[in-house]
Structure formats: structure tokens, C-alpha cells
T-cell receptor, first 114, second 111 residues
Framework: DSGVTQTPKHLITATGQRVTLRCSPR?????VYWYQQSLDQGLQFLIH???????AKGNILERFSAQQFPDLHSELNLSSLELGDSALYFC?????????????FGPGTRLTVL | GDSVTQMEGPVTLSEEAFLTINCTYT??????LFWYVQYPGEGLQLLLK?????DKGSNKGFEATYRKETTSFHLEKGSVQVSDSAVYFC??????????FGSGTKLNVKP
């Protein structure tokens, strides 16, 4: 158990809908990262938040957005869903400090868009 | 651009065989390099890391050496077990805001 929690575990929805994925980092970790893992594209970095502020963006679509709240939990919002958005979405957290810190991954949310 | 390339799988080995999973990278800066492992139905776990050239990361019998001259970070284990069956990801992280993962290599170890 990494200490990172994600809810829900599974989500099934229809095209065009909007969903919110939630992540709680390990106690004391200030950084939260979101990743998308799909069968054909491997693991793609989406976005990084540090203590409530956006720090880095990867391959995140404009239909997707995220935020980190004062209690440090984070939410990833996916809207106007398409079939291709079906994937595993992972959240990870890391402790404050220099580059090279280990990222601790949650168990993931499996999103299925029908 | 920056990227990580690792060998395609699946890799199928018999128990006690020697394992090598190749990983090469391109980066404009000075990255830290990582190997993560993903067991079925779980998230990724850090297996080992190296933060500068010539460093060797090791854990649970796995090793990888940060080779700047060949831009490689190959994962090795002398004797694999059935319990090592998983997907292995090579990753590079630097400047605190650049994260690149390889596509993953599935390892199947047969008894």
C-alpha cells in the first residue's frame, strides 16, 4: 500500500459526459501528479501540482483539467468524453524536495467510455 | 525531444534465467533515471533509481547502471522468479517538471 488513494476504482460512462477522479496523496506529500495509461500509448504524464499550484503540464487535453485543494487532495476533471479516453488514470505523490524524489503511485481509476 | 525507449515485450523466461530489459533515453538536461514495476491490478512501484552518471541502482536483486556515454539504463537480474512477473517501466525525470516513461515491458516468468 503506497499511501496514495484514488476514487473511484472503476468508472463507466458514456461519450459526451463529464467525470471527476479524486486523489489523496500520502500524508506530508505536497506534489501530486496525474498520468494516463492506455494500451496503445503507455504511460503519459498529464499534469503536476505542488502545494496547490500547477507546476508542469504534459500531454493533457484541453477537455481535461485538474486542481489541488488546500487539503492537498487533487481532482482530475474529464469532460466531453470520447471513446479514446478509456484508460487507467493514475495519481502519484512525492515529498517536497529536490528532483529525483520517488513518486508513490495510487492504485488507479479505470475509466471506460461507452 | 526528450524520450525513453525500452524493449518491447512480452519477455518470457524460465525461472532462474538471466534478465535484461533494455532502456535508452534522450534528454537535453541531466535526468534522474528510474525503473518502476507494475504488478497485475496495481499501481506502479519504484524498483530502483540512479540520479547521476555511473550510479548503480539496486533492489530485490535487480540492478541498473546510469550510462551517460550510451544514454542507457538497462535493467538486469541474475536469476528471475515467478513472482517477478510484472510490467517494468523505465522513466526519466528532471528539472522537477519533466517526466517521461517508456512504454513498459511485460515479463512472464514460467516455473
Amino acid at each position: 500500500d503506497s499511501g496514495v488513494t484514488q476514487t473511484p476504482k472503476h468508472l463507466i460512462t458514456a461519450t459526451g459526459q463529464r467525470v471527476t477522479l479524486r486523489c489523496s496523496p500520502r500524508s506530508g506529500d505536497l506534489s501530486v501528479y496525474w498520468y494516463q495509461q492506455s494500451l496503445d500509448q503507455g504511460l503519459q504524464f498529464l499534469i503536476h501540482y505542488y502545494n496547490g499550484e500547477e507546476r508542469a503540464k504534459g500531454n493533457i487535453l484541453e477537455r481535461f483539467s485538474a486542481q489541488q485543494f488546500p487539503d492537498l487532495h487533487s481532482e482530475l476533471n474529464l469532460s466531453s468524453l470520447e471513446l479514446g479516453d478509456s484508460a487507467l488514470y493514475f495519481c502519484a505523490s512525492s515529498a517536497p524536495g529536490l528532483d529525483g524524489n520517488e513518486q508513490f503511485f495510487g492504485p488507479g481509476t479505470r475509466l471506460t467510455v461507452l | 525531444g526528450d524520450s525513453v525507449t525500452q524493449m518491447e515485450g512480452p519477455v518470457t523466461l524460465s525461472e532462474e534465467a538471466f534478465l535484461t530489459i533494455n532502456c535508452t533515453y534522450t534528454a537535453t538536461g541531466y535526468p534522474s533515471l528510474f525503473w518502476y514495476v507494475q504488478y497485475p491490478g496495481e499501481g506502479l512501484q519504484l524498483l530502483l533509481k540512479a540520479t547521476k552518471a555511473d550510479d548503480k541502482g539496486s533492489n530485490k536483486g535487480f540492478e541498473a547502471t546510469y550510462r551517460k556515454e550510451t544514454t542507457s539504463f538497462h535493467l538486469e537480474k541474475g536469476s528471475v522468479q515467478v513472482s517477478d512477473s510484472a510490467v517494468y517501466f523505465c522513466a526519466l525525470i528532471y528539472n522537477f517538471n519533466k517526466f517521461y516513461f517508456g512504454s513498459g515491458t511485460k515479463l512472464n516468468v514460467k516455473p
